[in-house]
Protein backbone atom coordinates (compact mmCIF):
# COMPACT_ATOMS: atom_id res chain seq x y z
CA UNK A 1 0.00 0.00 0.00
CA UNK A 2 1.39 3.38 -0.88
CA UNK A 3 0.28 4.61 2.48
CA UNK A 4 2.51 2.28 4.27
CA UNK A 5 5.69 3.41 2.18
CA UNK A 6 8.58 5.38 3.96
CA UNK A 7 8.65 9.11 2.79
CA UNK A 8 11.86 9.46 2.80
CA UNK A 9 14.74 10.69 0.04
CA UNK A 10 16.91 7.70 0.71
CA UNK A 11 13.67 5.36 -0.20
CA UNK A 12 12.95 7.56 -3.27
CA UNK A 13 16.84 7.20 -4.48
CA UNK A 14 16.17 2.96 -4.01
CA UNK A 15 12.49 2.83 -5.47
CA UNK A 16 14.30 4.82 -8.71
CA UNK A 17 16.80 2.46 -8.61
CA UNK A 18 14.38 -0.47 -8.97
CA UNK A 19 12.86 1.16 -11.38
CA UNK A 20 15.25 1.85 -13.87
CA UNK A 21 16.13 -1.87 -13.42
CA UNK A 22 13.00 -2.86 -13.58
CA UNK A 23 13.05 -0.77 -17.21
CA UNK A 24 16.39 -2.33 -18.16
CA UNK A 25 15.03 -6.04 -17.42
CA UNK A 26 12.12 -5.69 -19.60
CA UNK A 27 13.73 -4.58 -22.33
CA UNK A 28 16.46 -7.43 -22.14
CA UNK A 29 13.52 -9.96 -21.99
CA UNK A 30 11.47 -8.61 -24.29
CA UNK A 31 14.52 -9.09 -26.73
CA UNK A 32 14.67 -12.44 -25.10
CA UNK A 33 11.27 -13.16 -26.33
CA UNK A 34 11.35 -11.87 -29.55
CA UNK A 35 14.35 -13.95 -30.31
CA UNK A 36 13.03 -17.00 -28.92
CA UNK A 37 9.66 -16.08 -31.29
CA UNK A 38 11.81 -15.94 -34.54
CA UNK A 39 14.02 -19.51 -33.55
CA UNK A 40 10.19 -20.85 -32.79
CA UNK A 41 8.73 -19.98 -35.82
CA UNK A 42 12.16 -21.04 -37.89
CA UNK A 43 12.03 -24.37 -36.20
CA UNK A 44 8.23 -24.64 -36.85
CA UNK A 45 9.12 -24.40 -40.92
CA UNK A 46 11.97 -26.97 -40.57
CA UNK A 47 9.68 -29.52 -38.89
CA UNK A 48 6.84 -29.16 -41.56
CA UNK A 49 9.71 -29.63 -44.37
CA UNK A 50 11.12 -32.36 -42.24
CA UNK A 51 8.00 -34.28 -41.56
CA UNK A 52 6.57 -33.94 -44.66
CA UNK A 53 9.84 -35.71 -45.87
CA UNK A 54 9.94 -38.17 -43.37
CA UNK A 55 6.02 -39.42 -44.28
CA UNK A 56 6.91 -39.11 -48.06
CA UNK A 57 9.38 -41.75 -47.04
CA UNK A 58 7.63 -43.59 -44.54
CA UNK A 59 5.11 -44.22 -47.46
CA UNK A 60 7.31 -45.42 -49.61
CA UNK A 61 8.39 -48.11 -47.72
CA UNK A 62 4.87 -49.37 -46.22
CA UNK A 63 4.01 -49.54 -49.83
CA UNK A 64 7.05 -51.71 -50.69
CA UNK A 65 5.75 -53.84 -47.35
CA UNK A 66 2.40 -54.30 -48.79
CA UNK A 67 3.59 -55.45 -52.18
CA UNK A 68 5.84 -58.07 -50.51
CA UNK A 69 2.37 -59.28 -48.52
CA UNK A 70 1.02 -58.97 -51.75
CA UNK A 71 3.53 -61.52 -53.45
CA UNK A 72 4.49 -63.58 -50.89
CA UNK A 73 2.77 -65.77 -48.63
CA UNK A 74 1.40 -64.89 -44.68
CA UNK A 75 3.30 -68.07 -43.86
CA UNK A 76 6.60 -67.52 -45.47
CA UNK A 77 6.59 -63.54 -44.66
CA UNK A 78 5.66 -64.13 -40.49
CA UNK A 79 8.18 -66.80 -40.49
CA UNK A 80 10.79 -64.22 -42.13
CA UNK A 81 10.11 -61.37 -39.48
CA UNK A 82 9.14 -63.47 -36.51
CA UNK A 83 12.99 -63.91 -35.43
CA UNK A 84 14.99 -60.47 -35.95
CA UNK A 85 18.31 -60.65 -35.65
CA UNK A 86 19.30 -56.84 -35.28
CA UNK A 87 19.86 -55.08 -31.99
CA UNK A 88 19.47 -51.48 -31.37
CA UNK A 89 21.57 -49.32 -29.11
CA UNK A 90 19.91 -45.91 -27.46
CA UNK A 91 21.48 -43.10 -26.03
CA UNK A 92 20.21 -40.03 -24.91
CA UNK A 93 21.98 -36.68 -23.77
CA UNK A 94 21.86 -33.36 -23.24
CA UNK A 95 22.17 -30.57 -25.99
CA UNK A 96 21.92 -26.74 -25.12
CA UNK A 97 20.08 -25.27 -27.83
CA UNK A 98 18.81 -21.83 -27.76
CA UNK A 99 19.85 -21.87 -24.15
CA UNK A 100 17.66 -24.39 -23.86
CA UNK A 101 18.55 -28.35 -22.48
CA UNK A 102 17.27 -30.70 -25.02
CA UNK A 103 17.66 -34.10 -25.31
CA UNK A 104 20.00 -35.74 -27.67
CA UNK A 105 19.48 -39.02 -29.47
CA UNK A 106 22.26 -41.44 -30.97
CA UNK A 107 21.79 -45.34 -31.78
CA UNK A 108 23.77 -47.94 -33.10
CA UNK A 109 22.34 -50.90 -34.78
CA UNK A 110 24.12 -54.36 -34.82
CA UNK A 111 23.03 -57.60 -36.79
CA UNK A 112 21.76 -58.52 -40.07
CA UNK A 113 18.28 -56.76 -40.88
CA UNK A 114 17.84 -59.68 -43.38
CA UNK A 115 17.20 -62.51 -41.02
CA UNK A 116 15.49 -64.70 -43.24
CA UNK A 117 17.16 -66.86 -46.51
CA UNK A 118 16.48 -65.32 -50.16
CA UNK A 119 14.44 -68.28 -51.34
CA UNK A 120 10.86 -67.89 -50.22
CA UNK A 121 11.27 -64.20 -49.69
CA UNK A 122 10.41 -61.47 -52.52
CA UNK A 123 13.19 -58.26 -53.31
CA UNK A 124 9.93 -56.02 -51.96
CA UNK A 125 10.78 -57.27 -48.63
CA UNK A 126 14.07 -56.56 -48.77
CA UNK A 127 14.13 -53.16 -49.95
CA UNK A 128 11.01 -52.35 -47.40
CA UNK A 129 13.17 -53.70 -44.91
CA UNK A 130 16.40 -52.05 -45.97
CA UNK A 131 13.44 -48.60 -45.71
CA UNK A 132 12.68 -48.92 -42.42
CA UNK A 133 16.66 -48.97 -41.37
CA UNK A 134 17.04 -46.04 -43.42
CA UNK A 135 14.23 -44.04 -42.10
CA UNK A 136 14.92 -44.63 -38.47
CA UNK A 137 17.58 -41.97 -37.75
CA UNK A 138 15.20 -39.42 -39.95
CA UNK A 139 12.42 -40.25 -36.73
CA UNK A 140 14.76 -40.03 -34.54
CA UNK A 141 15.77 -36.40 -35.56
CA UNK A 142 12.10 -35.55 -36.18
CA UNK A 143 11.20 -36.47 -32.24
CA UNK A 144 14.44 -34.26 -31.54
CA UNK A 145 13.39 -31.16 -32.88
CA UNK A 146 9.58 -31.65 -32.64
CA UNK A 147 10.63 -31.98 -28.33
CA UNK A 148 13.03 -28.96 -29.10
CA UNK A 149 10.07 -26.74 -30.39
CA UNK A 150 8.19 -28.22 -27.05
CA UNK A 151 10.72 -26.69 -24.85
CA UNK A 152 11.19 -23.53 -26.68
CA UNK A 153 7.18 -22.99 -26.35
CA UNK A 154 7.64 -23.59 -22.77
CA UNK A 155 10.36 -21.30 -22.70
CA UNK A 156 8.56 -18.70 -24.48
CA UNK A 157 5.56 -18.94 -22.36
CA UNK A 158 7.34 -18.45 -19.37
CA UNK A 159 9.50 -15.06 -20.61
CA UNK A 160 6.49 -13.99 -21.66
CA UNK A 161 4.59 -13.62 -18.22
CA UNK A 162 7.68 -12.49 -17.05
CA UNK A 163 7.85 -9.52 -19.39
CA UNK A 164 3.91 -8.96 -18.43
CA UNK A 165 4.54 -9.01 -14.70
CA UNK A 166 7.13 -6.32 -15.38
CA UNK A 167 4.89 -4.34 -17.97
CA UNK A 168 1.87 -4.40 -16.33
CA UNK A 169 2.45 -4.87 -12.73
CA UNK A 170 5.59 -4.15 -11.08
CA UNK A 171 6.95 -1.36 -13.28
CA UNK A 172 3.34 0.73 -13.10
CA UNK A 173 3.33 0.23 -9.58
CA UNK A 174 7.01 1.10 -8.94
CA UNK A 175 6.46 4.52 -11.07
CA UNK A 176 3.64 5.02 -9.23
CA UNK A 177 5.17 4.91 -5.88
CA UNK A 178 7.96 6.86 -6.96
CA UNK A 179 5.22 9.41 -7.99
CA UNK A 180 3.55 9.46 -4.35
CA UNK A 181 6.80 9.59 -2.86
CA UNK A 182 8.20 12.49 -4.68
CA UNK A 183 4.63 14.54 -4.35
CA UNK A 184 4.40 13.68 -0.49
CA UNK A 185 8.64 14.78 0.12
CA UNK A 186 7.00 18.10 -2.42
CA UNK A 187 4.48 18.49 0.11
CA UNK A 188 6.72 18.28 3.22
CA UNK A 189 9.08 20.37 1.91
CA UNK A 190 6.33 23.18 1.46
CA UNK A 191 5.17 23.07 4.71
CA UNK A 192 8.48 23.22 6.11
CA UNK A 193 9.07 26.28 4.42
CA UNK A 194 5.74 28.12 5.02
CA UNK A 195 6.16 26.84 8.69
CA UNK A 196 9.87 28.93 8.62
CA UNK A 197 8.56 31.70 6.97
CA UNK A 198 5.74 31.70 9.84
CA UNK A 199 8.85 31.64 12.74
CA UNK A 200 10.51 34.21 11.08
CA UNK A 201 7.77 36.17 10.81
CA UNK A 202 7.36 36.19 14.54
CA UNK A 203 10.58 36.26 15.15
CA UNK A 204 10.57 39.84 13.48
CA UNK A 205 7.90 41.16 14.76
CA UNK A 206 9.41 40.42 18.38
Do not use: C
Amino acid sequence: MLADVSLTRMNLMKMKKRYAIALRGHKLLKDKQDELMRKFMELLEEIKSYRQEVENSLEKVHKQFFWAQGVMSKEFLEEAIMVPQVSLNLTTSQEQVFNIQTPKLDFHIEGDIYSYGFLFTSQQLDLALDGYKNIFPKLLHLSEIEKRAELLASEIEQTRRRVNALEYILIPELKQTIKYISMRLAELELSNQIRLMKIKDIVRKH
